[in-house]
């Protein structure tokens, strides 16, 4: 498998360590594309891969896979071109999926050309349970809260926990762009943007990103917990997020599906 990664930061380097270095894929990342030239041709060196500024020239090489690594906007003007031009597409940054309209263009480029689009449990768990529980229309609410650092959300410091928002994930991920993908996810796999309830705490005390996922419904209850360790470089991010990608790539064709 020829792989291909959007963007150049903590998590597109991560998975160059992962892939080329350590081998813990069986695939190898050919070319990484991004806007910072500087970066890029670090990552080039250190890793083995042809970097590009040019998505044009990116996009045709051949690699059966992309990799988004960025941010919500690269996602939402990418992933249609990466299924038309015969690759499969990974996400990271699931706020692009808010646009019911965007989620049917990637269906439809994916259906036309057979490839797939997957999108990581990222920085959570719990997503198989909501498919589940929602199997005949049974789940009745979704709640996150997510508590991090006031850093992490851009904050300078505070004495006292804080809650900064209240309110439905498609809210959410319009106001913590970079923070709060997670809720996203939980909308697509359960009750949609309106009826996920997100709340986002600013913690001085918080040294993870925790995410509380509370649902109910016929099924009965959950409470999950995931207590993340954060990416060395980018405190925003926690490490599982990385680590949900590498996941799919190493269970990519796999005949046994679990979950
Ligand atoms: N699904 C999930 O659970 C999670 C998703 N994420 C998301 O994953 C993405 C990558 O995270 P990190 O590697 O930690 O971020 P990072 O900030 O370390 O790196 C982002 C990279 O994207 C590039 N970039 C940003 N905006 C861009 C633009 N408009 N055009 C072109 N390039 C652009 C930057 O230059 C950099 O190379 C982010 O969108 C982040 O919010 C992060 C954590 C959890
Ligand atoms: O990494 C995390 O804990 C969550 C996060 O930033 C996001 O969902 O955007």
């Given amino acids: 498998m020829k792989i291909g990664v959007l963007g150049t930061g903590n998590i597109a380097a991560y998975l160059l360590e992962c892939i080329n270095d350590k081998q813990l894929v069986d695939g190898e990342v050919t070319a990484v594309c991004g806007r910072n030239r500087e970066t890029g041709a670090?990552?080039?060196?250190?890793?083995?891969?042809?970097?590009?500024?040019?998505?044009?020239?990116?996009?045709?090489?051949?690699?059966?896979?992309?990799?988004?690594?960025?941010?919500?906007?690269?996602?939402?003007?990418?992933?249609?071109?990466v299924l038309m031009n015969g690759k499969d597409f990974i996400a990271s940054s699931i706020g692009a999926f808010k646009d019911a309209g965007f989620l049917e263009e990637v269906k439809t480029a994916a259906q036309k050309t057979g490839r797939s689009v997957h999108l990581p449990s990222g920085?959570?768990?719990?997503?198989?349970?909501?498919?589940?529980?929602?199997?005949?229309?049974?789940?009745?609410?979704?709640?996150?809260t997510t508590r991090k650092s006031p850093e992490s959300l851009g904050l300078g410091p505070m004495d006292e926990e804080r809650l900064l928002f209240e309110g439905s994930a498609g809210e959410a991920i319009g106001k913590f762009p970079k923070n709060i993908n997670v809720a996203l996810l939980l909308s697509l796999a359960g009750l949609g943007t309106e009826k996920t309830?997100?709340?986002?705490?600013?913690?001085?005390?918080?040294?993870?990103?925790?995410?509380?996922?509370?649902?109910?419904?016929?099924?009965?209850?959950?409470?999950?917990?995931?207590?993340?360790?954060?990416?060395?470089?980018?405190?925003?991010?926690?490490?599982?997020?990385?680590?949900?990608?590498?996941?799919?790539?190493?269970?990519?064709?796999?005949?046994?599906?679990?979950?």
């Fill in 42 to 81: 670090g990552l080039a060196e250190r890793h083995g891969v042809r970097f590009y500024e040019n998505f044009e020239e990116f996009i045709r090489l051949d690699v059966d896979v992309v990799i988004e690594a960025a941010a919500i906007e690269v996602a939402a003007a990418r992933a249609v071109d």
């Fill in 123 to 144: 920085a959570i768990g719990g997503l198989d349970l909501l498919k589940s529980a929602n199997a005949i229309g049974g789940l009745e609410k979704v709640r996150i």
């Fill in 197 to 259: 309830e997100v709340r986002i705490i600013a913690d001085p005390a918080a040294k993870r990103n925790t995410h509380l996922i509370e649902a109910g419904g016929s099924f009965g209850d959950m409470a999950l917990t995931v207590e993340n360790k954060p990416m060395p470089g980018n405190p925003k991010t926690s490490y599982l997020a990385a680590l949900s990608i590498l996941s799919v790539l190493q269970n990519k064709g796999n005949p046994v599906v679990i979950g």
